[in-house]
């Protein structure tokens, strides 16, 4: 069994301690959002009506609600948030906003073949009317439209970056190793793929934050602090419970997430795994020089276990991924947010990549709870007679397909018949994971043998061509 580039590289232990002295176990964009965009917001207490009730403040409820009063500027519409706006997910992701809806085109060819060439003309549409509806809705999201560079750190990769480039379109370029190393200084790059339509960075908290000023503006109400404990259709009008109140409403959309899902039929769709991310403080103008990467694209590697990053607009580096860690049971917890070897190993791999940065420190170190479907991608469908609607499963790469799944639900309540909901993937619900112990062992098997095949020269074991063979393998 071999080693990866990180395990033949690795900074010193000082080198790895020093960098993490005094780092916050704090979100990052969270605490950079000006005081204007957290303005006080009530709990939900007492009785009220609503045309429609968001259960859910993260992008896909947000969005939601923007489509919704687009479509139908008198609506009324209430947002029920358990925590506040952005807090989960949508607070403290990555900021890599993908034209994919299905977690890449290798996945989605592999479920969806016959569909996958319109699957990924939607996608590219949904990226360029997201950046269209945040300049014509004022949302300073600090979007920028860069693109993404696949990255190879490993020889085997370099076949992979062969393949993308089959499918590739006219905005795709390859970088071989001199060139990649020239745009962006890392001895760790063997070559690379720039993708320069598909992706924009953007500052997560702000994108939430101004979604829901935004909807507010055009008359929703939210109410935050308002844990959803269930929801009663019984009668001709559904009705959204909290502990101190109720809304009661035509229709309801829950964009719950990773969060215990209000319907049972979803107790097993989806489970969570946890990311780890650090974020420097502001580099100078010379280590800057020293980095290159002017294009500031988004940059992902090629392995299984992947490592992202990006730059910010005040000059730091977000550098996140690699380990994705399931805890017996499937619960949520903020215990589960601290782990000290995830974010020392994240350190290591950073100054492997970037060793002429040693010396900078991290400002912030968090984590977060991934809504992990069997199919990477999310998943759609109503209930309660069709007067309910829900959307999870986006496994990360929710950012951008979030405000897909705004217009889907909408289409569904509805009852249109859309390009969107004519979709196979959108129509067809992906198998459950199993309950514990087995969701437990085979989750991990699964991680263990997809670090195996990054040990490996990328080859996957029976359990991993088993799971292929079954539709239920990772393969983005």
């Not at 706006?85 to 060819?109: I, K, P, Q």
């Not at 709870?369 to 999870?392: H, K, L, M, P």
């Amino acid at each position: 069994m071999g080693t990866t580039v990180f395990e033949r590289h690795p900074p010193a232990a000082s080198v790895i301690s020093r960098s993490l002295e005094g780092a916050a176990h704090s979100v990052f964009w969270l605490d950079d959002l000006p005081d204007d965009l957290v303005p006080a917001r009530p709990a939900l207490a007492g009785e009220h009506d609503a045309d429609l009730v968001v259960v859910g403040a993260g992008y896909t409820g947000l969005w939601t609600a923007m489509h919704a009063l687009r479509r139908d500027p008198s609506l009324r519409v209430a947002i029920v948030e358990a925590r506040t706006v952005g807090w989960a997910a949508s607070g403290r992701n990555g900021g890599f906003c993908e034209a994919s809806l299905t977690h890449g085109y290798d996945n989605g060819l592999s479920r969806w073949p016959d569909e996958i060439e319109q699957l990924e003309r939607m996608g590219m549409a949904n990226l360029d009317a997201f950046e269209t509806d945040l300049a014509e809705w004022g949302v300073d999201a600090q979007f920028e439209r860069v693109g993404e560079l696949d990255v190879a750190v490993e020889p085997h990769q370099l076949e992979w970056l062969r393949e993308e480039l089959t499918d590739a379109d006219e905005h795709t370029v390859f970088l071989d190793e001199a060139a990649v190393q020239a745009s962006i200084a890392s001895p760790t790059y063997l070559g690379a793929v720039w993708h320069k339509r598909n992706n924009a960075i953007v500052h997560p908290a702000r994108l939430a934050a101004g979604l829901a000023k935004g909807a507010e503006e055009r008359g929703a109400t939210i109410f935050e602090r308002s844990l959803v404990k269930s929801i009663d259709s019984s009668g001709t009008r559904v009705r959204v419970l909290t502990a101190d109140g109720a809304v009661t409403a035509d229709r309801v959309v829950l964009a719950t997430n990773v969060f215990p899902s209000l319907l049972r039929r979803n107790a097993l769709m989806t489970v969570p795994v946890y990311d780890y991310v650090l974020m420097t403080e502001p580099l100078s103008q010379e280590q800057w020089d020293a980095v290159g990467w002017r294009d500031r694209q988004g940059i992902g590697d090629m392995a299984n276990q992947f490592h992202y990053y990006r730059p910010t607009q005040d000059g730091r580096i977000l550098f996140g991924g690699y380990d994705a860690v399931y805890h017996y049971g499937g619960r949520v917890r903020s215990a589960y947010e601290n782990r000290t070897e995830s974010w020392q190993r994240l350190a290591s791999h950073f100054f492997t990549t970037f060793p002429q940065l040693e010396g900078l420190r991290f400002s912030h170190r968090w984590a977060g709870a991934i809504d992990t479907s069997t199919q990477f991608c999310a998943f759609f469908g109503t209930a309660r007679e069709g007067r309910v609607a829900y959307a999870a499963g986006f496994t990360g790469l929710g950012v951008g397909a979030a405000r897909f799944a705004g217009e889907v639900m909408l289409d569904l309540l509805s009852g249109e018949r859309t390009e969107r909901t004519e979709l196979e993937m959108v129509r067809r619900r992906p198998l459950p994971f199993p309950p514990e112990p087995a969701a437990a062992i085979g989750i991990n098997a699964t991680r263990w043998s997809l670090d195996r095949a990054d040990h490996n020269g990328g080859r996957r074991n029976v359990l991993l061509r088993t799971l292929d063979a079954l539709g239920l393998g990772f393969d983005s």
